[in-house]
Protein backbone atom coordinates (compact mmCIF):
# COMPACT_ATOMS: atom_id res chain seq x y z
CA UNK A 1 0.00 0.00 0.00
CA UNK A 2 1.57 3.41 -0.93
CA UNK A 3 1.50 6.00 1.30
CA UNK A 4 -0.61 8.27 -0.10
CA UNK A 5 -3.25 5.39 -0.27
CA UNK A 6 -2.51 4.67 3.44
CA UNK A 7 -2.94 7.94 4.53
CA UNK A 8 -6.11 8.47 2.45
CA UNK A 9 -7.74 4.94 3.64
CA UNK A 10 -6.57 5.97 7.57
CA UNK A 11 -8.19 9.36 8.10
CA UNK A 12 -11.37 7.37 6.42
CA UNK A 13 -11.53 5.00 9.00
CA UNK A 14 -10.96 6.97 11.61
CA UNK A 15 -14.14 9.33 10.01
CA UNK A 16 -16.01 5.82 9.70
CA UNK A 17 -15.11 4.76 13.39
CA UNK A 18 -16.32 7.82 14.45
CA UNK A 19 -19.47 7.99 12.82
CA UNK A 20 -20.30 4.61 13.74
CA UNK A 21 -20.21 5.41 17.18
CA UNK A 22 -22.59 8.53 16.14
CA UNK A 23 -25.30 6.26 14.73
CA UNK A 24 -24.51 3.07 17.38
CA UNK A 25 -27.54 3.59 18.92
CA UNK A 26 -29.49 3.27 16.35
CA UNK A 27 -28.40 -0.32 15.35
CA UNK A 28 -30.05 -3.40 16.90
CA UNK A 29 -27.62 -4.57 19.56
CA UNK A 30 -27.70 -8.31 18.52
CA UNK A 31 -27.29 -9.23 14.89
CA UNK A 32 -30.46 -9.49 13.08
CA UNK A 33 -29.12 -12.62 11.45
CA UNK A 34 -29.41 -15.96 10.49
CA UNK A 35 -26.58 -18.41 10.98
CA UNK A 36 -24.94 -19.25 7.33
CA UNK A 37 -25.96 -15.65 6.48
CA UNK A 38 -23.06 -13.69 6.30
CA UNK A 39 -20.71 -17.16 4.94
CA UNK A 40 -23.74 -17.48 1.82
CA UNK A 41 -22.24 -14.13 1.20
CA UNK A 42 -19.24 -14.28 0.83
CA UNK A 43 -17.11 -16.02 -1.64
CA UNK A 44 -15.66 -19.36 -1.22
CA UNK A 45 -12.31 -18.90 -2.81
CA UNK A 46 -9.99 -15.77 -2.05
CA UNK A 47 -9.59 -13.11 -4.49
CA UNK A 48 -7.17 -14.38 -7.20
CA UNK A 49 -5.85 -10.57 -7.75
CA UNK A 50 -5.83 -7.39 -4.95
CA UNK A 51 -9.02 -5.65 -5.26
CA UNK A 52 -9.43 -1.53 -4.84
CA UNK A 53 -9.21 -0.65 -1.18
CA UNK A 54 -12.73 1.40 -1.97
CA UNK A 55 -14.53 -1.80 -2.31
CA UNK A 56 -13.25 -3.78 0.70
CA UNK A 57 -14.25 -0.60 2.70
CA UNK A 58 -17.90 -0.26 1.09
CA UNK A 59 -18.15 -4.11 2.51
CA UNK A 60 -17.60 -3.16 6.38
CA UNK A 61 -21.42 -1.34 6.22
CA UNK A 62 -22.89 -3.61 3.68
CA UNK A 63 -21.54 -7.59 5.14
CA UNK A 64 -19.54 -6.74 8.11
CA UNK A 65 -22.08 -4.12 10.21
CA UNK A 66 -25.16 -6.30 9.65
CA UNK A 67 -23.58 -9.05 11.21
CA UNK A 68 -22.11 -7.42 14.03
CA UNK A 69 -23.33 -7.94 17.71
CA UNK A 70 -22.44 -4.36 19.28
CA UNK A 71 -20.15 -5.01 22.39
CA UNK A 72 -19.98 -1.12 21.96
CA UNK A 73 -24.04 -0.16 21.71
CA UNK A 74 -25.03 1.93 24.98
CA UNK A 75 -27.47 -0.83 25.45
CA UNK A 76 -25.68 -4.11 25.71
CA UNK A 77 -26.34 -5.22 29.07
CA UNK A 78 -25.61 -8.68 28.94
CA UNK A 79 -22.66 -11.46 29.87
CA UNK A 80 -20.15 -8.30 31.38
CA UNK A 81 -21.29 -5.18 29.29
CA UNK A 82 -18.09 -4.20 28.47
CA UNK A 83 -16.53 -1.58 25.58
CA UNK A 84 -13.73 0.03 24.35
CA UNK A 85 -12.62 3.86 24.30
CA UNK A 86 -11.26 6.43 22.24
CA UNK A 87 -7.54 6.32 23.48
CA UNK A 88 -8.11 2.19 23.50
CA UNK A 89 -8.93 2.83 19.59
CA UNK A 90 -6.36 4.68 18.89
CA UNK A 91 -3.68 2.36 20.61
CA UNK A 92 -4.86 -0.97 19.07
CA UNK A 93 -3.85 1.05 16.06
CA UNK A 94 -0.50 1.98 17.10
CA UNK A 95 0.42 -1.77 18.07
CA UNK A 96 -0.78 -2.93 14.49
CA UNK A 97 1.66 -0.70 13.15
CA UNK A 98 4.57 -1.24 15.19
CA UNK A 99 4.14 -4.84 14.89
CA UNK A 100 6.53 -5.78 18.28
CA UNK A 101 6.58 -9.38 19.26
CA UNK A 102 7.50 -8.69 23.16
CA UNK A 103 9.31 -12.08 23.56
CA UNK A 104 12.66 -10.48 24.83
CA UNK A 105 13.32 -7.24 26.40
CA UNK A 106 15.66 -6.67 22.86
CA UNK A 107 12.74 -7.30 20.24
CA UNK A 108 10.55 -4.69 22.31
CA UNK A 109 12.24 -2.40 25.07
CA UNK A 110 9.38 -0.23 24.98
CA UNK A 111 6.57 -2.82 25.25
CA UNK A 112 8.47 -5.03 27.96
CA UNK A 113 9.02 -1.69 30.15
CA UNK A 114 6.03 -0.02 29.20
CA UNK A 115 4.50 -3.46 30.74
CA UNK A 116 6.23 -3.51 34.04
CA UNK A 117 5.27 0.16 34.58
CA UNK A 118 1.67 0.61 33.48
CA UNK A 119 1.01 -2.84 35.50
CA UNK A 120 2.28 -0.65 38.34
CA UNK A 121 0.38 2.25 38.04
CA UNK A 122 -2.49 -0.10 37.75
CA UNK A 123 -1.31 -2.10 41.20
CA UNK A 124 -1.26 1.13 42.94
CA UNK A 125 -4.59 1.89 41.75
CA UNK A 126 -6.30 -0.84 43.05
CA UNK A 127 -4.53 -0.88 46.15
CA UNK A 128 -2.51 -4.13 46.03
CA UNK A 129 0.84 -3.79 47.40
CA UNK A 130 4.26 -4.06 45.95
CA UNK A 131 5.12 -7.70 46.15
CA UNK A 132 2.82 -8.42 43.59
CA UNK A 133 4.25 -7.81 40.24
CA UNK A 134 1.91 -7.98 36.73
CA UNK A 135 2.33 -9.34 33.43
CA UNK A 136 -0.16 -9.34 30.63
CA UNK A 137 -1.55 -12.49 29.05
CA UNK A 138 -4.53 -12.15 26.61
CA UNK A 139 -7.66 -13.09 28.93
CA UNK A 140 -8.46 -14.36 32.42
CA UNK A 141 -8.81 -17.83 31.11
CA UNK A 142 -5.22 -17.80 30.07
CA UNK A 143 -3.48 -15.73 32.88
CA UNK A 144 -5.37 -18.27 35.54
CA UNK A 145 -3.77 -21.24 33.74
CA UNK A 146 -0.43 -19.89 34.31
CA UNK A 147 -1.34 -18.90 38.02
CA UNK A 148 -2.10 -22.69 38.57
CA UNK A 149 0.72 -23.63 36.37
CA UNK A 150 2.82 -21.82 39.24
CA UNK A 151 1.19 -22.92 41.56
CA UNK A 152 1.97 -26.90 40.74
CA UNK A 153 5.11 -25.82 40.10
CA UNK A 154 5.29 -25.08 44.08
CA UNK A 155 4.28 -28.72 45.03
CA UNK A 156 7.91 -29.83 43.86
CA UNK A 157 6.95 -33.22 42.43
CA UNK A 158 9.05 -32.87 39.32
CA UNK A 159 5.93 -32.06 37.17
CA UNK A 160 8.06 -30.07 34.72
CA UNK A 161 10.14 -32.79 33.88
CA UNK A 162 8.42 -35.93 34.10
CA UNK A 163 4.92 -35.04 33.78
CA UNK A 164 1.50 -36.62 35.61
CA UNK A 165 0.62 -39.68 33.79
CA UNK A 166 1.96 -42.77 34.43
CA UNK A 167 3.37 -42.05 37.71
CA UNK A 168 2.56 -43.81 40.33
CA UNK A 169 4.23 -41.98 43.12
CA UNK A 170 1.70 -38.64 42.84
CA UNK A 171 -0.99 -38.33 44.63
CA UNK A 172 -4.15 -36.75 43.61
CA UNK A 173 -3.61 -33.12 43.49
CA UNK A 174 -6.35 -30.96 44.63
CA UNK A 175 -7.66 -27.51 43.36
CA UNK A 176 -10.70 -25.75 45.40
CA UNK A 177 -13.03 -23.20 43.87
CA UNK A 178 -16.52 -22.44 44.95
CA UNK A 179 -19.50 -24.16 43.02
CA UNK A 180 -19.93 -20.44 41.56
CA UNK A 181 -16.25 -19.97 39.97
CA UNK A 182 -15.94 -19.09 36.32
CA UNK A 183 -15.79 -22.54 33.99
CA UNK A 184 -12.27 -21.17 33.11
CA UNK A 185 -10.56 -22.75 36.00
CA UNK A 186 -12.01 -26.18 34.83
CA UNK A 187 -10.51 -25.82 31.33
CA UNK A 188 -7.13 -24.63 33.16
CA UNK A 189 -7.69 -27.69 35.13
CA UNK A 190 -7.99 -29.94 32.10
CA UNK A 191 -5.47 -27.96 30.00
CA UNK A 192 -2.91 -28.98 32.61
CA UNK A 193 -3.12 -32.52 33.02
CA UNK A 194 -4.52 -32.26 36.50
CA UNK A 195 -8.24 -33.81 35.23
CA UNK A 196 -11.04 -33.00 35.77
CA UNK A 197 -10.87 -34.98 39.13
CA UNK A 198 -8.16 -32.74 41.18
CA UNK A 199 -11.30 -30.00 41.10
CA UNK A 200 -13.52 -29.45 44.34
CA UNK A 201 -15.78 -27.59 43.80
CA UNK A 202 -17.34 -25.95 47.59
CA UNK A 203 -21.04 -25.20 47.81
CA UNK A 204 -21.92 -21.33 48.32
CA UNK A 205 -23.94 -19.58 50.92
CA UNK A 206 -27.02 -18.15 50.59
CA UNK A 207 -25.04 -15.07 48.60
CA UNK A 208 -23.17 -16.94 46.63
CA UNK A 209 -19.95 -16.86 48.20
CA UNK A 210 -17.55 -19.71 48.68
CA UNK A 211 -18.54 -21.15 52.46
CA UNK A 212 -14.64 -21.61 53.96
CA UNK A 213 -16.27 -23.68 56.54
CA UNK A 214 -16.72 -26.15 53.69
CA UNK A 215 -13.51 -25.44 52.32
CA UNK A 216 -11.91 -26.28 55.72
CA UNK A 217 -13.37 -29.40 56.06
CA UNK A 218 -12.29 -30.34 52.73
CA UNK A 219 -9.14 -29.84 53.13
CA UNK A 220 -8.47 -31.60 56.14
CA UNK A 221 -10.99 -34.60 53.96
CA UNK A 222 -8.48 -34.64 51.64
CA UNK A 223 -5.10 -34.52 53.40
CA UNK A 224 -6.65 -37.42 55.75
CA UNK A 225 -7.39 -39.44 52.12
CA UNK A 226 -3.89 -39.12 51.23
CA UNK A 227 -4.27 -36.40 48.66
CA UNK A 228 -2.54 -33.44 47.88
CA UNK A 229 -4.00 -29.83 48.04
CA UNK A 230 -2.31 -27.13 46.30
CA UNK A 231 -3.97 -24.43 45.32
CA UNK A 232 -7.78 -22.03 46.28
CA UNK A 233 -8.90 -20.23 43.49
CA UNK A 234 -11.75 -17.65 45.24
CA UNK A 235 -13.53 -15.23 42.93
CA UNK A 236 -13.86 -11.56 43.89
CA UNK A 237 -16.80 -11.08 41.17
CA UNK A 238 -18.23 -14.02 39.93
CA UNK A 239 -19.30 -14.59 36.52
CA UNK A 240 -23.30 -14.98 37.66
CA UNK A 241 -24.30 -12.49 40.33
CA UNK A 242 -20.81 -10.71 41.17
CA UNK A 243 -20.64 -12.29 44.52
CA UNK A 244 -17.45 -11.78 46.50
CA UNK A 245 -16.26 -15.00 47.98
CA UNK A 246 -14.88 -14.23 51.85
CA UNK A 247 -10.74 -13.98 50.73
CA UNK A 248 -10.02 -13.11 54.42
CA UNK A 249 -11.37 -16.17 55.75
CA UNK A 250 -10.12 -18.25 53.21
CA UNK A 251 -6.63 -16.86 53.58
CA UNK A 252 -5.91 -18.25 56.72
CA UNK A 253 -6.62 -21.46 55.80
CA UNK A 254 -4.55 -21.30 52.72
CA UNK A 255 -1.53 -19.96 54.97
CA UNK A 256 -2.76 -22.93 57.36
CA UNK A 257 -2.22 -25.56 54.65
CA UNK A 258 0.63 -24.28 52.12
CA UNK A 259 -2.03 -24.28 49.63
CA UNK A 260 -1.65 -20.99 46.66
CA UNK A 261 -4.11 -18.55 46.65
CA UNK A 262 -5.22 -17.55 43.29
CA UNK A 263 -7.88 -14.99 43.29
CA UNK A 264 -10.07 -14.30 39.87
CA UNK A 265 -10.86 -10.94 39.87
CA UNK A 266 -11.44 -10.77 36.40
CA UNK A 267 -14.82 -8.44 36.46
CA UNK A 268 -14.76 -6.61 39.27
CA UNK A 269 -10.60 -6.25 39.65
CA UNK A 270 -11.31 -2.49 38.21
CA UNK A 271 -13.96 -1.74 40.41
CA UNK A 272 -11.01 -1.77 43.37
CA UNK A 273 -9.55 1.54 41.83
CA UNK A 274 -12.57 3.51 43.19
CA UNK A 275 -11.87 4.46 46.70
CA UNK A 276 -14.91 3.37 48.02
CA UNK A 277 -14.58 -0.21 46.50
CA UNK A 278 -11.38 -1.26 47.56
CA UNK A 279 -12.61 -3.42 50.09
CA UNK A 280 -13.33 -5.68 47.66
CA UNK A 281 -9.84 -6.88 47.73
CA UNK A 282 -9.87 -7.67 51.22
CA UNK A 283 -7.45 -10.09 51.94
CA UNK A 284 -5.78 -9.80 48.12
CA UNK A 285 -2.87 -8.27 50.19
CA UNK A 286 -1.34 -11.63 50.82
CA UNK A 287 -2.62 -13.74 48.14
CA UNK A 288 -0.31 -15.48 45.89
CA UNK A 289 -1.75 -14.46 42.77
CA UNK A 290 -4.63 -12.29 41.63
CA UNK A 291 -6.02 -11.97 37.67
CA UNK A 292 -8.28 -8.50 36.92
CA UNK A 293 -9.54 -7.67 32.73
CA UNK A 294 -8.96 -3.97 31.64
CA UNK A 295 -10.54 -5.45 28.77
CA UNK A 296 -13.29 -5.92 30.72
CA UNK A 297 -14.35 -2.79 32.76
CA UNK A 298 -10.92 -0.46 32.38
CA UNK A 299 -12.43 0.94 28.81
CA UNK A 300 -9.57 -1.07 27.25
CA UNK A 301 -10.46 -3.00 24.21
CA UNK A 302 -9.96 -6.45 23.75
CA UNK A 303 -7.73 -8.36 24.69
CA UNK A 304 -5.55 -7.54 27.91
CA UNK A 305 -5.37 -9.76 31.02
CA UNK A 306 -3.27 -8.52 33.53
CA UNK A 307 -1.77 -11.47 36.37
CA UNK A 308 -0.32 -10.05 39.22
CA UNK A 309 1.84 -12.87 40.69
CA UNK A 310 4.17 -12.54 44.32
CA UNK A 311 6.47 -15.70 42.69
CA UNK A 312 7.48 -14.45 39.68
CA UNK A 313 10.42 -17.03 40.10
CA UNK A 314 8.23 -19.77 40.39
CA UNK A 315 6.01 -18.84 37.16
CA UNK A 316 9.74 -18.51 35.56
CA UNK A 317 10.26 -21.90 36.75
CA UNK A 318 7.11 -23.19 35.06
CA UNK A 319 7.80 -21.89 31.65
CA UNK A 320 11.24 -20.74 30.85
CA UNK A 321 12.79 -22.42 28.12
CA UNK A 322 15.33 -20.41 26.00
CA UNK A 323 17.00 -21.79 23.05
CA UNK A 324 20.21 -20.74 21.72
CA UNK A 325 18.98 -18.75 19.05
CA UNK A 326 17.11 -17.00 22.13
CA UNK A 327 19.93 -16.01 23.69
CA UNK A 328 21.25 -12.40 24.47
CA UNK A 329 23.93 -10.26 26.37
CA UNK A 330 21.53 -8.88 28.34
CA UNK A 331 19.39 -11.69 29.89
CA UNK A 332 20.57 -11.20 33.33
CA UNK A 333 19.41 -8.11 33.57
CA UNK A 334 15.88 -7.81 32.20
CA UNK A 335 12.72 -9.30 31.92
CA UNK A 336 12.13 -11.47 28.92
CA UNK A 337 8.14 -11.63 28.47
CA UNK A 338 8.69 -15.50 27.04
CA UNK A 339 10.30 -16.72 30.27
CA UNK A 340 6.44 -16.00 31.93
CA UNK A 341 4.14 -18.31 29.44
CA UNK A 342 3.71 -20.72 26.89
CA UNK A 343 3.95 -18.19 23.92
CA UNK A 344 7.16 -16.64 22.57
CA UNK A 345 5.74 -13.79 20.78
CA UNK A 346 3.51 -11.51 22.51
CA UNK A 347 1.41 -8.48 21.10
CA UNK A 348 2.17 -4.81 22.55
CA UNK A 349 -0.69 -4.58 24.82
CA UNK A 350 1.05 -2.47 27.48
CA UNK A 351 0.70 0.60 25.15
CA UNK A 352 -3.17 0.67 24.76
CA UNK A 353 -3.60 0.28 28.68
CA UNK A 354 -1.02 3.01 29.05
CA UNK A 355 -2.91 6.03 26.77
CA UNK A 356 -6.17 4.91 28.48
CA UNK A 357 -4.95 5.40 32.10
CA UNK A 358 -3.06 8.55 31.02
CA UNK A 359 -6.01 9.86 28.92
CA UNK A 360 -8.81 9.27 31.61
CA UNK A 361 -6.46 9.55 34.79
CA UNK A 362 -6.99 7.62 37.95
CA UNK A 363 -10.12 9.79 38.66
CA UNK A 364 -11.89 9.55 35.24
CA UNK A 365 -11.54 6.07 35.38
CA UNK A 366 -13.12 5.68 39.14
CA UNK A 367 -15.73 8.36 38.27
CA UNK A 368 -17.25 6.32 34.92
CA UNK A 369 -16.97 2.71 37.33
CA UNK A 370 -18.49 4.67 40.03
CA UNK A 371 -21.66 5.93 37.66
CA UNK A 372 -22.40 2.53 36.20
CA UNK A 373 -22.31 1.16 40.08
CA UNK A 374 -24.54 4.04 40.60
CA UNK A 375 -27.34 3.27 37.30
CA UNK A 376 -27.25 -0.40 38.90
CA UNK A 377 -28.33 0.79 42.15
CA UNK A 378 -31.07 2.86 40.69
CA UNK A 379 -32.28 0.23 38.62
CA UNK A 380 -32.05 -2.48 41.38
CA UNK A 381 -34.20 -0.25 43.22
CA UNK A 382 -36.95 0.05 40.59
CA UNK A 383 -36.96 -3.87 40.61
CA UNK A 384 -37.44 -4.25 44.18
CA UNK A 385 -40.46 -1.56 44.29
CA UNK A 386 -42.53 -3.14 41.62
CA UNK A 387 -44.72 -5.49 42.84
CA UNK A 388 -43.94 -7.96 39.27
CA UNK A 389 -40.48 -7.92 39.73
CA UNK A 390 -37.88 -9.29 42.65
CA UNK A 391 -33.91 -9.27 42.97
CA UNK A 392 -31.93 -12.83 43.06
CA UNK A 393 -29.02 -11.93 44.65
CA UNK A 394 -27.42 -8.94 46.22
CA UNK A 395 -25.79 -6.42 43.57
CA UNK A 396 -22.03 -5.32 45.16
CA UNK A 397 -21.17 -3.55 42.07
CA UNK A 398 -22.84 -2.91 38.43
CA UNK A 399 -24.30 -6.34 37.77
CA UNK A 400 -28.01 -6.54 39.06
CA UNK A 401 -29.75 -9.88 38.57
CA UNK A 402 -33.31 -10.34 38.82
CA UNK A 403 -36.49 -11.81 37.28
CA UNK A 404 -40.48 -11.55 36.67
CA UNK A 405 -42.68 -12.84 39.44
CA UNK A 406 -46.05 -11.30 38.57
CA UNK A 407 -48.87 -12.59 40.79
CA UNK A 408 -51.30 -15.16 39.01
CA UNK A 409 -48.44 -17.23 37.41
CA UNK A 410 -47.65 -20.66 39.17
CA UNK A 411 -43.68 -20.92 40.29
CA UNK A 412 -43.14 -23.37 37.71
CA UNK A 413 -44.33 -21.05 34.90
CA UNK A 414 -41.34 -18.56 35.94
CA UNK A 415 -38.60 -19.77 34.20
CA UNK A 416 -40.67 -19.50 30.57
CA UNK A 417 -42.07 -16.46 31.45
CA UNK A 418 -38.75 -14.48 32.25
CA UNK A 419 -36.97 -16.28 28.78
CA UNK A 420 -39.55 -14.75 26.71
CA UNK A 421 -39.09 -11.85 27.82
CA UNK A 422 -35.17 -11.70 27.58
CA UNK A 423 -36.09 -13.20 24.12
CA UNK A 424 -38.39 -10.06 23.44
CA UNK A 425 -36.38 -7.69 24.63
CA UNK A 426 -33.16 -9.32 22.29
CA UNK A 427 -35.19 -9.65 19.26
CA UNK A 428 -36.68 -5.78 19.46
CA UNK A 429 -32.53 -4.92 18.96
CA UNK A 430 -33.15 -2.04 21.18
CA UNK A 431 -30.97 -3.89 24.06
CA UNK A 432 -29.32 -7.11 24.90
CA UNK A 433 -29.42 -9.22 28.45
CA UNK A 434 -28.35 -12.33 29.47
CA UNK A 435 -29.21 -14.94 31.92
CA UNK A 436 -28.12 -17.11 34.48
CA UNK A 437 -29.52 -20.31 37.27
CA UNK A 438 -29.58 -19.22 40.56
CA UNK A 439 -31.12 -21.81 43.13
CA UNK A 440 -32.30 -23.89 39.84
CA UNK A 441 -34.31 -20.76 38.61
CA UNK A 442 -34.06 -18.94 35.39
CA UNK A 443 -32.59 -15.21 36.61
CA UNK A 444 -32.06 -12.14 34.35
CA UNK A 445 -28.82 -10.45 34.24
CA UNK A 446 -28.04 -6.89 33.65
CA UNK A 447 -24.32 -5.64 33.32
CA UNK A 448 -23.84 -1.98 33.29
CA UNK A 449 -20.13 -1.59 31.93
CA UNK A 450 -20.17 0.46 28.95
CA UNK A 451 -18.76 3.86 28.55
CA UNK A 452 -21.51 5.26 26.60
CA UNK A 453 -24.09 3.81 28.58
CA UNK A 454 -26.00 6.76 30.44
CA UNK A 455 -29.63 6.80 32.68
CA UNK A 456 -32.09 7.20 29.73
CA UNK A 457 -30.34 4.10 28.44
CA UNK A 458 -31.02 1.79 31.76
CA UNK A 459 -34.45 3.91 31.74
CA UNK A 460 -35.13 2.66 28.19
CA UNK A 461 -34.22 -1.30 28.78
CA UNK A 462 -36.73 -0.68 32.27
CA UNK A 463 -39.76 0.23 30.22
CA UNK A 464 -38.56 -2.18 27.27
CA UNK A 465 -38.79 -5.17 30.33
CA UNK A 466 -41.90 -4.10 31.67
CA UNK A 467 -43.47 -4.21 28.31
CA UNK A 468 -42.69 -7.55 27.90
CA UNK A 469 -43.94 -8.51 30.52
CA UNK A 470 -47.16 -7.29 29.30
CA UNK A 471 -47.00 -8.86 26.49
CA UNK A 472 -46.42 -12.18 28.24
CA UNK A 473 -48.92 -12.03 30.66
C1 LIG B 1 -15.00 -14.25 36.97
C2 LIG B 1 -14.50 -14.51 35.59
N1 LIG B 1 -13.33 -15.13 35.41
C3 LIG B 1 -12.84 -15.39 34.19
C4 LIG B 1 -13.52 -15.02 33.05
C5 LIG B 1 -12.93 -15.33 31.71
O1 LIG B 1 -12.53 -14.18 31.07
P1 LIG B 1 -11.71 -14.19 29.70
O2 LIG B 1 -12.73 -14.10 28.61
O3 LIG B 1 -10.82 -13.00 29.77
O4 LIG B 1 -10.96 -15.46 29.63
C6 LIG B 1 -14.76 -14.38 33.18
C7 LIG B 1 -15.52 -13.98 31.99
O5 LIG B 1 -16.56 -13.41 32.04
C8 LIG B 1 -15.26 -14.13 34.48
O6 LIG B 1 -16.44 -13.54 34.66
Request: aromatic share 8%; with cysteine; hydrophobic share 45%.
Amino acid sequence: MERDEFRRFGHELIDWIADYFDRIDDLPVLAAIEPGDLKAQLPAAPPERGEPMERIVSDLDRLIVPALTHWTHPSFFAYFATSTSGPGILGELLTAAFDNKAMLWRTSPASTELEEVTLDWLRQMMGLDTGLIGIIYDTASVSSLHAIAAARERVEQRIREDGMSGRPDLPLLRIYVSEQAHSSIEKAVITLGLGQRALRKIPTDREFRLDARALAAAIEEDKAAGHLPFCVVATVGTTSTSSIDPVPEILPLCEQHALWLHVDAAYAGSAAIVPEFRSILAGCERADSLVTNPHKWLFTPFDLSVLYCRHMDLLKRAFSLVPEYLKTPEQEKVRSGSDYGIQLGRRFRALKLWMVIRYFGHEGLAARIREHCRLADLFASWVEEAADWGLMAPHPLALVCFRACPAGFAETDLDALNEAIMHGVNASGRALLSHTKLNGKLTLRLSIGNIRTTEAHVRAVWSLLNEQLEKAR
